[in-house]
Nanobody, 114 residues
Framework: QVQLVESGGGLVQAGGSLRLSCATS????????MGWYRQAPGKQRDLVAR???????NYADSVKGRFTISRDNAKNTVYLQMNSLKPEDTAVYYC????????WGKGTLVTVSS
């Protein structure tokens, strides 16, 4: 069974940067479109960045120009570089396929202070 392990979250001041990683196991990673999702307290989980199996990327308007998604198929890992962070980026961040196929991991908490 595929396992997703997110890491790299933490507490950062507004304007700062973080790089999230998501390691996967148990499947042929490279054939899947992958996404980073986030869930703020009391809100639904939303897709914020997507990378296709071929490398094309898409972003939610709220993060466009600030976040960059990338992948390393040799390492079965997807990354999210987050720059110019804002307090409204505070959330638990998860990775998964797009559309969602695998069980959710525990996520990694990102807290942005003002």
């Amino acid at each position: 069974q595929v396992q997703l392990v997110e890491s790299g979250g933490g507490l950062v001041q507004a304007g700062g940067s973080l790089r999230l990683s998501c390691a996967t196991s148990g499947s042929i990673f490279g054939i899947y479109h992958m996404g980073w999702y986030r869930q703020a307290p009391g809100k639904q989980r939303d897709l914020v960045a997507r990378i296709a199996s071929g490398g094309g990327t898409n972003y939610a308007d709220s993060v466009k120009g600030r976040f960059t998604i990338s992948r390393d198929n040799a390492k079965n890992t997807v990354y999210l570089q987050m720059n110019s962070l804002k307090p409204e980026d505070t959330a638990v961040y998860y990775c998964n396929t797009d559309p969602i196929l695998w069980p959710w991991g525990k996520g990694t908490l990102v807290t942005v202070s003002s």
